[in-house]
């Protein structure tokens, strides 16, 4: 069985007569759960009555406000209340407070707050005086204090919960309302709208039959003016544009006409302007065409001969780099004789020194000669008296004498050993100042040497350092020139492109002169014709650097996207 809905007010109706029916329905489950502990059931089933008697007369009286909505929900309640106090002592008391939730549950049929937060202040009133007063009709056993406040905190949030989702249902009722009143208001509109389409219908029907007549009469007119302007189209279509329409119009279509005449005359200047611009468009695209092809071949040379001289450039780059090379390697070889002769003056001068002392030690052979000497002349004098001695000894001195002979011998030839020595040593002594004086003029001859190669050293480091500037200078001139090759060769395509695009514009001026001479723009004269312009001369290919060819195709695939 379906129930129809249509307003918060049925709605409530609905509830009323829903709760009305659990009511009863408690009675029933009251008695039969008393029954089943089999225990007194007449006080409990009184009590049930009279909660059922009360739901029904507050929903018979006062079930259309606020109020006696609110004494339903507290009789239902009430007997929920008594089915927990039927159970006492059984183990599903405890369990049966579960009801009390559907029971809030079911009163969201009346979509009122009120109704479902007086019930749950009834469940709150009753859990609170009857755990201390009666507990064994609330909880089974004993109750406590904590589980009044566990039951009245899930209460509070599904109360909470309960009244919240009225207010959704409420407002839910209002904006099926007002849509409601807007689609009974629209539907009303469409009445209205039907009622002056009809009258319109109505008034439309009158006016046709007297504007027949004069329809008639205008599509005559409408006919006869759309002859005439056929015919002029004609000539028009056939490139005659000195048609005029001439015979006159009803006044409806007078303007027709004017407008059309009007149309040809300016359609006639217009193309004997065009004529006109068309000859000087051609002849200007000629001399542009011609200006192009010089400028093109002008352009081909300039980059030839800036590949000319970037080529020449790029040698001159390698000549002075390899001189900046052969510098450097100049600069190492000169580096390296100012090394070996710094070292050859190390050693002349090592070589001085040796002869200075061998100098040093002739002068103290010779100071040794001389003391040999001496004494060679003291061993003589020696020698001398003992032969003196020896003859005033006589015969007995005759063998002394001899050897006193022989020492003096000895004495005279080391005396004449030393002087030859002395002589030596002195030749020796003298050569070896000699040799001494030399080998310090060669040392000082070394020095400026090391000078001189030290001096051609920085001479040739600072022509190095030139030639690798100038090998950097002329890389950056090598660069520059590579880059404004690259740039004639843009341009030249450029002006190729431009060429081209100048000798096609003079075609399209000689087919633009052609499309103008078709048509009539005067009595027996037509539109003069362009004659075709000369085909255009021939010009070289430009000139591309070896190695440039992707180059060039790239510059010239990017002006043509350009």
């Known amino acids: ?39 007194p059931v007449l006080g409990l089933a009184l009590a049930a009555l009279v909660a059922a008697a009360a739901t029904t007369l507050a929903h018979r009286t006062a079930g259309t406000n606020s109020t006696g909505r609110s004494l339903m929900g507290v009789a239902l309640m009430a007997q929920v209340s008594l089915l927990v106090a039927a159970l006492n002592g059984h183990g599903w008391q405890i369990d049966m407070h579960m009801a009390y939730f559907a029971a809030l549950a079911l009163l969201v049929v009346f979509c009122d707050w009120r109704v479902i937060a007086a ?11 009857l755990s201390f007063m009666l507990p064994q009709a609330v909880f089974p056993g004993s109750a406590s204090l904590g589980r009044v406040i566990v039951h009245a905190a899930i209460l509070i949030v599904e109360a909470g919960a309960l009244i919240a989702t009225t207010f959704s249902i409420n407002a839910m009722f209002d904006s ?3 849509a409601r009143a807007e689609a009974e208001k629209a539907v009303e509109d469409a009445h209205a709208a039907h009622s002056a389409a009809e009258n319109a219908r109505r008034s439309e029907e009158s006016v046709r039959a007297e504007t027949a007549q004069t329809e008639a009469f205008n599509e005559m007119q409408h006919t006869e003016a759309v002859e005439a302007i056929a015919k002029g189209l004609e000539h028009l279509a056939k490139g005659d544009l000195t048609v005029r329409l001439s015979t006159r119009f009803s006044e409806a279509y007078e303007a027709l006409r004017a407008d059309f005449n009007a149309a040809a005359e300016r359609v006639q200047a217009a193309l004997m302007d065009i004529s006109v611009t068309t000859r000087a468009v051609s002849a200007g695209a000629d001399e542009i065409a011609h200006a192009s092809d010089d400028l093109s071949m002008r352009t081909e040379q300039q980059a030839a001969s800036l590949q000319q001289t970037t080529s020449a450039l790029e040698d001159i780059t390698a000549t002075v780099r390899k001189t900046a090379a052969g510098a450097k390697e100049a600069s190492d070889v000169v580096a390296k004789a100012r090394t070996d002769a710094q070292r050859s003056g190390e050693i002349v001068d090592q070589a001085v020194a040796a002869m200075t002392q061998i100098e040093g030690s002739s002068t103290q052979v010779g100071q040794i000669i001389g003391v040999i000497d001496e004494i060679a002349f003291q061993t003589n004098l020696l ?22 002979q022989e020492v003096r011998a000895l004495a005279q030839r080391s005396a004449d050993a030393a002087r030859e020595i002395k002589t030596l040593i002195s030749t020796s002594t003298q050569q070896v100042g000699a040799g001494v004086a030399l080998v310090g003029q060669t040392g000082e001859a070394l020095q400026r040497i090391v000078g001189q190669v030290a001096s051609i050293d920085t001479l040739v480091n600072q022509i190095a350092a030139s030639a690798n500037a100038q090998s950097a200078g002329l890389q950056e001139v090598n660069t520059a020139m590579n880059k404004m090759d690259q740039v004639v060769q843009q341009n030249a395509a450029m002006v190729e492109e431009a060429t081209a695009a100048t000798h096609a514009l003079k075609g399209e001026a000689g087919q633009l002169a052609a499309q103008v001479s078709r048509f009539k723009v005067s009595d027996g004269t037509m539109a003069a014709h362009t004659e075709a312009s000369p085909q255009p001369r021939q010009r070289p290919a430009v ?3 070896p190695g440039r060819s992707s180059a060039a195709a790239a510059v010239k695939e990017e002006w043509q996207e350009f």
Not at 6 to 30: C, N, P, Y
Not at 119 to 129: D, E, I, Q
Not at 388 to 403: D, I, P, Q, S, T
């Open 543 to 545: 000139m591309a650097r």
């Open 1 to 39: 069985m379906s129930i129809a809905v249509t307003s918060l007010d049925s709605q409530r109706q609905f509830g009323g007569k829903v709760v009305e029916g659990a009511s009863w329905l408690m009675v029933v489950i009251v008695v039969a759960a008393r029954l089943l502990l089999q225990g």
């Open 119 to 129: 019930a749950a202040a009834a469940v709150a009133v009753h859990h609170l005086v």
């Open 176 to 178: 099926a309302n007002k």
């Open 383 to 404: 020698a001398l008296n003992a032969g003196v001695e020896a003859a005033r000894a006589g015969e007995a001195g005759r063998g002394f004498a001899v050897v006193a």
